[in-house]
T-cell receptor
Framework: AQKVTQAQTEISVVEKEDVTLDCVYETRDTTYYLFWYKQPPSGELVFLIRRNSFDEQNEISGRYSWNFQKSTSSFNFTITASQVVDSAVYFCALSEGNTGNQFYFGTGTSLTVIP | NAGVTQTPKFRILKIGQSMTLQCAQDMNHNYMYWYRQDPGMGLKLIYYSVGAGITDKGEVPNGYNVSRSTTEDFPLRLELAAPSQTSVYFC?????????????FGPGTRLTVT
């Protein structure tokens, strides 16, 4: 079974629109961490954010915000006023408490921001 | 710090050839990982290591081997390359086995087997 599901394969938005990337996870652990990574066209993986299972506060960082809801096992990522530089593949990942920091990645969402 | 480095960046192999993908990190991280990324499939864990001399299989280890003789280096060996091993390979490291630490990724190696 897939531990991390990113149902949106590809999304296209026009510049300045807001866009939300969905992430649903599955775990039986009470202690776990969720991550978002960005993979721009250059190919490297860039760490964006980490959230632990005990902290359900939403987080905002500039145009980025994250909504963590344990009740729905979701950790969604919103980009406000999107820009062309936001075009990338975004990955959600799960790390559980007893797996030696093994990451389980979703299949990624490819975001294209059209100027 | 150079972080995590990988060589080569690109490689084309013929079926049946062998090669070693190099990975090194200069952050003194104990944990290192090898992933492969296939189009539309996310990253799959091939092998990982929790320290020098200790390695373990991930989700997709078949066709690969690893060794970890030093903290810094974690090479991935492909024996008898097959077209199914065409992929982008990422090496990553993290200082601890605690789930709270993010993984630091190298730039990737794009491998084509024809």
């Amino acid at each position: 079974a897939q531990k991390v599901t990113q149902a949106q394969t590809e999304i296209s938005v026009v510049e300045k629109e807001d866009v939300t990337l969905d992430c649903v996870y599955e775990t039986r652990d009470t202690t776990y961490y969720l991550f978002w990574y960005k993979q721009p066209p250059s190919g490297e993986l860039v760490f964006l954010i980490r959230r632990n299972s005990f902290d359900e506060q939403n987080e905002i960082s500039g145009r980025y915000s994250w909504n963590f809801q344990k009740s729905t096992s979701s950790f969604n990522f919103t980009i406000t006023a999107s820009q062309v530089v936001d075009s990338a593949v975004y990955f959600c990942a799960l790390s559980e408490g007893n797996t030696g920091n093994q990451f389980y990645f979703g299949t990624g969402t490819s975001l294209t921001v059209i100027p | 710090n150079a972080g995590v480095t990988q060589t080569p960046k690109f490689r084309i192999l013929k079926i049946g050839q062998s090669m070693t993908l190099q990975c090194a990190q200069d952050m003194n991280h104990n944990y290192m990982y090898w992933y492969r990324q296939d189009p539309g499939m996310g990253l799959k864990l091939i092998y990982y290591s929790v320290g020098a001399g200790i390695t373990d299989k991930g989700e997709v280890p078949n066709g690969y081997n690893v060794s970890r003789s030093t903290t810094e280096d974690f090479p991935l060996r492909l024996e008898l390359a097959a077209p199914s091993q065409t992929s982008v390979y990422f090496c990553a490291s993290t200082p601890s086995g605690l789930p709270s630490y993010e993984q630091y990724f190298g730039p990737g190696t794009r491998l084509t087997v024809t």
